[in-house]
């Protein structure tokens, strides 16, 4: 009897020490290999996810059982005190009512809850912990100074009241009673964000959505231009760099058009959408009004291209690559008769920025703008060489030069 014990024991640890022993391994060679995906662009498996925030939720519960609430935690003060912070810091991440999240915090992994519609799954402990100590690998960060938990207890004390606050009351408590949005350089952008609630595709624990917040809360304060203006200029011929595009050259339509293309991901641009997402409808018109408005000049550097590449350009701007069943141009842009059409105007355009516009159509990665689109199967057919030239040839031209050439 005594040996019978020994015996099993060993017989069972046996078999588990080798088992333990070749797991460890495969993890070491798992983890030195680099094998392992860890890139944000692929979600975590559903399954995955959920066990996840299943820990955190226990963990966050189980720890925040230490703390006291006070007496005040409904203070107007404290909601106050809590919405100032969150307007400046939290809703980069988070959202808040009537505004979705940022394109940009959509990609981390995991995302960052939609408090708006998630605040009501903590306790109060649960939420002031949070703010006071942060999550590991969430990048929910802690409180910068963990001492003061009555700062966390203000920013759990706002966030109670959160979900039941429309945009209006949020603005005034994060940024400042009778804040507006109204004008900028001679521009209206009326006395409001959104009117309503825009309509959202809901998901398990985040919210996309438009108009979105944002890093930088640009969209609701009276900043639209100098925003947009570092890129773009204040003109709207992209600071004569050729990185931007030329705007002063476009019509009012296009502008709207992609605008709203950006915002719904339509078009397709890292550097545009987190800044479309974060307009309202009438911003989106007062800046493709304003920028339409511009005096129309062309990309500077036109004297710098070369003659040849030019003249080649302008051969399949007007007459196309019929060999190859490549139409003109022309036939679309610069005309003013397709008026059910939205087509960009290109005289005058950078011709770094056009041709990069169709090696990006050419590799069906550029999105669009309207209804209707030829240039992803026409950009199959041109060469390297013939983008090159044909984008040249229109930053050559001056803007309108071509749209009374047309009409005639």
């Avoid at 939205?342 to 669009?368: H, I, M, W």
Wanted: glycine share 8%; hydrophobic share 40%; aromatic share 10%.
């Amino acid at each position: 009897m005594k040996k019978f014990f020994p015996d099993r024991l060993s017989l069972w640890i046996g078999p588990l020490g080798t088992t333990a022993v070749a797991v460890a391994l495969v993890a070491v060679v798992v983890l030195v290999s680099g094998i392992i995906n860890l890139a944000a662009s692929i979600p975590h498996p559903e399954g995955w996810a959920n066990i996840l925030h299943y820990g955190m939720k226990r963990a966050v519960a189980f720890h925040a059982g230490d703390l006291k609430q006070p007496d005040d935690f409904d203070a107007d003060w404290r909601v106050a005190q809590g919405a100032a912070h969150y307007g400046h810091v939290c809703v980069s991440c988070h959202g808040a009512p009537e505004l979705g999240q940022n394109a940009v915090v959509l990609e981390m992994r995991p995302r960052p809850q939609y408090l708006v519609e998630a605040v009501d799954q903590l306790s109060n402990k649960e939420l002031a912990w949070i703010v006071l100590h942060g999550v590991k690998y969430t990048a929910m960060p802690a409180w910068t100074d963990a001492d003061r938990e009555d700062e966390a207890w203000s920013m759990a004390a706002f966030l109670r009241k959160l979900p039941n606050m429309d945009y209006a009351t949020y603005r005034d408590l994060a940024y400042g009673q009778g804040r507006s949005i109204t004008k900028n350089l001679d521009v209206e952008f009326g006395d409001h964000f959104p009117d309503t609630r825009s309509d959202a595709a809901k998901r398990s624990e985040y919210r996309s959505s438009t108009p979105a917040s944002g890093f930088l809360e640009f969209a609701m304060q009276d900043t639209l231009l100098p925003m947009c203006g570092r890129c773009h200029g204040e003109d709207g011929t992209g600071r004569g760099l050729g990185a931007f595009p030329n705007l002063a050259m476009q019509n009012e339509q296009y502008l709207k058009k992609s605008l709203e293309a950006y915002a719904s991901g339509e078009r397709h641009s890292g550097f545009m959408r987190p800044v479309a997402t974060q307009l309202s409808q009438p911003q989106i018109e007062a800046l493709a009004k304003y920028y339409a408005s511009q005096p129309d000049v062309g990309a500077p550097g036109a004297d710098k291209l070369d003659p040849a590449l030019v003249e080649k350009g302008r051969e399949i701007a007007h007459d196309g690559v019929p060999s190859r069943k490549v139409a003109a141009c022309l036939s679309c842009h610069e005309q003013t008769t397709f008026t059910s059409r939205v087509f960009p105007n290109l005289s005058g355009q950078y011709a770094t920025y056009t041709e990069n516009q169709l090696k990006l159509f050419a590799k069906n990665d550029r999105g669009n703008v309207g209804d209707y689109n030829p240039m992803d199967e026409l950009s199959h057919a041109l060469t390297d060489e013939e983008m090159k030239a044909v984008s040249a040839y229109f930053q050559s031209v001056e803007p309108g030069e071509l749209v009374q050439e047309t009409a005639r």
